[in-house]
């Protein structure tokens, strides 16, 4: 299997996996990219059985999205430290990530889909439904005026590039210090010239915060433009305090409207 030209769908047969799927075909259709499905066996007794409705899974997959997918079955008494492993084994493109939502201990101690890939330098899409429409017609990225936010504006361009019917709504709140206006219009100046040059549209929604993004100024934004997508850097592994206090990912990859969200993991070197 060629590394980089791979979307890889963690796969259990539960409703949530079959949009993961979903998803995942579309991401691949798109990018020109093979798809994996991967489920990790917790018994080896399990391995044949689980190879049946694998191949099962791949012939379906191919009646409704028109692309063949490949599989994988991985044992491992750890899924998600196995689907991270073997994700930095084969270095995809993309992962697509499941989510059912954050209840009880878990909102304090991190959420698995984000852990799975964080420390990577792995993309990843999370997922909490199916697919509302047939393309991507509307991204939303919101753009900060932290410095180190410049390193993504060149992975922004590279995903937005498969998309190329889609809208960029570039969202950013509203300078009122002179350093931050400075910061700011640099890093919309960079991401505009990149994208006119691969001729993606552009827009912009700013609002009067002159702080930064706060999700809920995201999730506007992308409420108002009826958004498929949200691409959003990623943060190193959670810590207990800011789970506390609400992590920005938490919150933006379990919007209430079920929006997929791209997340570009910090440690990238893309740039």
Known sequence: MESNNLVIVPFDFTPMAYNALAHGAYFAKVMDMKLLILNVALKDRDIPTIEEKMQFVVEECYEDYQIKPEYMIRKGI??????????????????????????????????????????????????????????????????????????????????????QDAVMTIVTPSGKDTEKEKTIKFNIKMLVKAMEEENIKVRFITHDNNKKNRVEDILHAANEVNADLIITPAEDVPTINKFLFGLREEKLITNKEKIPVLCINSTSSMW
Do not use: C, M, W
Request: without cysteine.
């Open 78 to 163: 750890r899924p998600y430290a196995t689907i991270k492993a073997i994700a930095t084994e084969l270095n995809p493109e993309l992962v697509i990530l499941k989510h059912s939502g954050v209840r009880g201990i878990k909102r304090y101690t991190g959420i698995r889909t984000i852990k799975i890939l964080s420390g990577t330098t792995i993309p990843f899409v999370v997922i909490q439904d199916a697919p509302q429409r047939a393309t991507v017609e509307n991204i939303i990225f919101p753009i900060n005026f932290i410095k180190k936010h410049n390193t993504k504006l060149k992975q922004v361009v590279y995903y937005s590039q498969f998309f």
